[in-house]
């Protein structure tokens, strides 16, 4: 089918909807992929784009139906955005889902410590903000009662196209006069110092992080949503600090090139790339 990569089908899928914490009243959901098989599998919590400020759980499902049909637990979460919510409330429910994951991961046929991170665009961004600095306690506000000691570090970080430097991106859209995103960077943030501040670049230029996990990184050289030397400047600098990333581009390729045209071979490969470092990184490869 057109909405599907053309990826080998290694496992049959059971798809379906759970709530993974609520706000006040009110469930935020994740869809769950779980491969159907004896496991155990790796498995990521993955985490949308949408400039921060839109999509749901929903935005990446043909690359999660992927790499669940090749036998990787997928848990792709919602959470807080604005209007209501700012930074870094989505960050907090990021590594809330991240330990809750780790800390569930039996019951989805994974393990603990197979358990790594995808994130697209924005999401990727708040996804690294909350591995790079996992007990951070505005990022680790939120208690989990049935796992108290769990923390948000994850061993691998599968990145496509992120926002890794969102002050930078934050200047380009300015000067190029792109309103829907700089309205959508307004909403989130409350400042070019709050972007300095969550920025995946300074923090892991300055060595914040710490130890940097294997990562690898996928951009399409036609992304307009990035500055051109974002994915190489956030590479060098996790190289520099002593991590591995696999910086992997696709010439001419917009942002979000995969879920555009899933049926693409750009976006076979892409998808074949993601899955083979995370099968890799759990030991299945």
Not at 30 to 47: C, N, Q, S, T, W
Request: charged share 25%.
């Amino acid at each position: 089918m057109a909405d599907e990569v053309a990826i080998e089908q290694r496992y049959e899928v059971e798809t379906r909807d759970l709530e993974y914490r609520r706000e006040g009243s009110a469930p935020i959901l994740a869809r769950l992929y779980r491969p159907v098989g004896a496991g155990p599998f790796p498995a990521v919590i993955e985490v949308h784009g949408g400039a921060w400020a839109m999509g749901d759980r929903l935005n990446n499902a043909p690359l999660d139906e992927a790499l669940a049909k090749s036998g990787i637990v997928v848990l792709a979460v919602d959470f807080r955005m604005p209007p209501q919510w700012r930074y870094p409330a989505s960050i907090a429910d990021i590594n809330y889902a991240t330990r809750w994951l780790k800390a569930h991961a039996g019951k989805f046929g994974s393990r603990r410590d197979l358990v790594g991170g995808l994130g697209t665009s924005s999401g990727a961004h708040q996804l690294l903000l909350s591995a790079l600095k996992p007990q951070d306690p505005r990022y680790a506000a939120l208690p989990l009662a049935e796992a108290p000691g769990e923390d948000a570090s994850l061993p691998y970080l599968a990145l496509c196209w992120p926002i890794s430097d969102p002050l930078a991106r934050y200047r380009m859209v300015k000067e190029k006069g792109n309103a829907r995103l700089v309205e959508a960077h307004d909403a989130y943030w409350a400042s070019e110092d709050e972007m300095a501040e969550g920025n995946p670049q300074a923090i892991v230029a300055s060595g914040g992080a710490g130890r940097l996990p294997p990562a690898i990184l996928i951009q399409g050289t036609g992304d307009d949503n990035v500055t051109p030397d974002m994915a190489d400047r956030f590479t060098a600098a996790w190289k520099a600090r002593g991590g591995a990333m696999d910086l992997h581009k696709f010439d001419g390729q917009p942002h979000t090139f995969v879920m555009r045209d899933p049926a693409s071979e750009a976006s076979r490969r892409a998808t074949e790339l993601v899955r083979d470092f995370i099968l890799a990184q759990a030991g299945r490869g």
